[in-house]
């Protein structure tokens, strides 16, 4: 180079080394990793190279690129120039070494401009290390875990379940997920007002509308493993506490139908007698008092980056200790199918955007009494999923013009309008009419 030339004693870059082990050899760096994930995922980069590895680590899981011994790679980074070359070379061996150690001493070394050394320093091995741990998270393999008396039996996940798979109504499915975003990025926010880095959601509706789904669009998004909690297989508080003492951080902790899981209702008078009796004796028995410490005692300060979901179908029936926030942070509805959930759901199952028998389903939705749940109305789409004008006329035909709407609609304000014995008289009917329409069609 001119430089070079003009002045031989001075070059203008420097290097930095990222060994592989540190610490007389014994200790991994890493960073090192973190590097060699890095630059896998320079795609642009790597397909100007000659030569590249390539491997798989899992069945079925993503290729993973890397460099050569000794060959080099070009990076980008607030728009300074850098180079990366991945250096293999063999070790100098002295008389004392261990002849079991590795002979050969990896690197990669880092080369830039002395002048930019501001703007790379600490800032570019720091994007280096959250863009590989981002890259890790989504690569990695994760699992759904069970508990079986005093430990958890795990089972690899892979559900396909998103945000954009499901039936919510307009606004909802964004709402969460800024929530989580905020959840997300909040952990010196949560530090700094003396608050354990958790987040708690409460799921309640009907049957059928989508719960299970959204728990799995939620690990998605995050990309959580699942701890499916599973409270009737709990002995005690003890057990409890040993369990969630297991979980992980970056893990979403379920307890599905929490009302009917094991008698946890709200006190009245004699079930604080009850309670105390209890109380008395809980190394033998799991108690309220015991979840109440597993959400948000000071057993859950035992792990962070973690994030608790309880699911109901009558939320009326849960101790208001359990819903207040801090335990239950964010209680999100999830009610009958709307037609613009309806929408969605033909978008996923039909691949139409528009119909036109759409204004005369929009209409009769809002005029009729008749609810179906998201899951029923799905079940119709898949039933007819390459015919979608005969799917519309099915749907259409489940809500019948000469039954009017005699209340408001469901949902009113985030809270649900129809009591427990309205709900179930109307679920008779809607599954009298489906059962009806079915028989005759079968005719």
């Known amino acids: 180079m001119l430089w070079g030339k003009l002045f031989p004693g001075e070059d203008p870059c420097m290097e930095i080394e990222v060994e592989e082990r540190v610490v007389h050899?014994?200790?991994?760096?890493?960073?090192?990793?973190?590097?060699?994930?890095?630059?896998?995922?320079?795609?642009?980069?790597?397909?100007?190279?000659?030569?590249?590895?390539?491997?798989?680590?899992?069945?079925?899981?993503?290729?993973s690129f890397s460099l050569h011994d000794n060959e080099s790679i070009d990076d980008n980074f607030e728009g300074v120039q850098v180079s990366w070359t991945h250096s293999v070379k063999e070790k100098e061996s002295p008389e004392n070494s261990h002849r079991y150690s590795n002979p050969t001493q990896r690197s990669f070394i880092l080369r830039?401009?002395?002048?930019?050394?501001?703007?790379?320093?600490?800032a570019y091995l720091d994007h280096i290390s959250d863009a590989a741990a981002a890259i890790e998270r989504k690569n990695a393999r994760r699992y759904l875990y069970t508990n079986n008396n005093d430990s958890w039996e795990?089972?690899?996940?892979?559900?396909?379940?998103?945000?954009?798979?499901?039936?919510?109504?307009?606004?909802?499915?964004?709402?969460?997920?800024?929530?989580?975003?905020?959840?997300?990025?909040?952990?010196?926010?949560?530090?700094?007002?003396?608050?354990?880095?958790?987040?708690?959601?409460?799921?309640?509706?009907?049957?059928?509308?989508?719960?299970?789904?959204?728990?799995?669009?939620?690990?998605?998004y995050m990309q959580f493993d699942i701890y499916d909690l599973e409270l009737t297989k709990v002995s005690n508080n003890a057990d409890l506490k040993s369990l969630l003492m297991q979980t992980t951080r970056k893990s979403v902790i379920v307890i599905e139908d929490i009302d009917c899981s094991v008698k946890l209702s709200n006190r009245d008078g004699a079930d604080e007698a009850s309670e105390k009796a209890t109380d008395s004796n809980t190394?033998?028995?799991?108690?309220?008092?015991?979840?109440?410490?597993?959400?948000?005692?000071?057993?859950?300060?035992?792990?962070?980056?973690?994030?608790?979901?309880?699911?109901?179908?009558?939320?009326?029936?849960?101790?208001?200790?359990?819903?207040?926030?801090?335990r239950m942070d964010m209680h999100i509805l999830l009610s009958y199918c709307t037609f613009q959930a309806?929408?969605?759901?033909?978008?996923?199952?039909?691949?139409?955007?528009?119909?036109?028998?759409?204004?005369?389903?929009?209409?009769?939705?809002?005029?009729?009494?008749?609810?179906?749940?998201?899951?029923?109305?799905?079940?119709?789409?898949?039933s007819n999923q390459d015919s979608p004008d005969?799917?519309?006329?099915?749907?259409?035909?489940?809500?019948?013009?000469?039954?009017?709407?005699?209340?408001?609609g469901n949902v009113?304000?985030?809270?649900?309008?129809?009591?427990?014995?309205?709900s179930k008289q109307q679920t008779f009917r809607q599954t009298m009419f489906v059962f009806f329409q079915k028989t005759k069609h079968l005719r």
């Open 25 to 63: 050899g014994y200790t991994t760096n890493k960073l090192y990793r973190q590097v060699g994930v890095y630059l896998g995922s320079l795609r642009s980069s790597l397909n100007k190279q000659a030569r590249l590895r390539v491997c798989r680590s899992v069945e079925g899981g993503p290729l």
């Open 112 to 122: 830039f401009r002395k002048t930019d050394r501001a703007v790379i320093l600490p």
């Open 154 to 220: 795990e089972t690899p996940f892979n559900h396909p379940s998103t945000f954009d798979t499901l039936a919510l109504d307009p606004g909802m499915g964004e709402r969460i997920k800024a929530d989580l975003d905020a959840f997300s990025k909040g952990e010196s926010f949560y530090h700094r007002n003396g608050r354990a880095w958790k987040r708690g959601y409460l799921l309640y509706g009907p049957p059928g509308t989508g719960k299970s789904s959204l728990i799995v669009a939620i690990a998605n």
């Open 283 to 326: 190394s033998c028995k799991l108690t309220l008092s015991g979840l109440l410490n597993f959400t948000d005692g000071l057993w859950s300060c035992c792990g962070e980056e973690r994030i608790f979901i309880f699911t109901t179908n009558f939320k009326e029936r849960i101790d208001l200790a359990l819903l207040r926030p801090g």
């Open 342 to 382: 309806f929408k969605k759901l033909a978008r996923n199952y039909l691949g139409i955007q528009e119909h036109p028998m759409y204004l005369e389903l929009d209409e009769a939705m809002r005029k009729t009494s008749i609810q179906f749940t998201p899951a029923a109305i799905a079940e119709i789409l898949i």
């Open 390 to 408: 005969v799917a519309i006329r099915e749907v259409l035909a489940a809500f019948p013009k000469d039954m009017p709407n005699e209340r408001a």
């Open 412 to 422: 009113d304000g985030g809270k649900c309008q129809l009591s427990h014995n309205e």
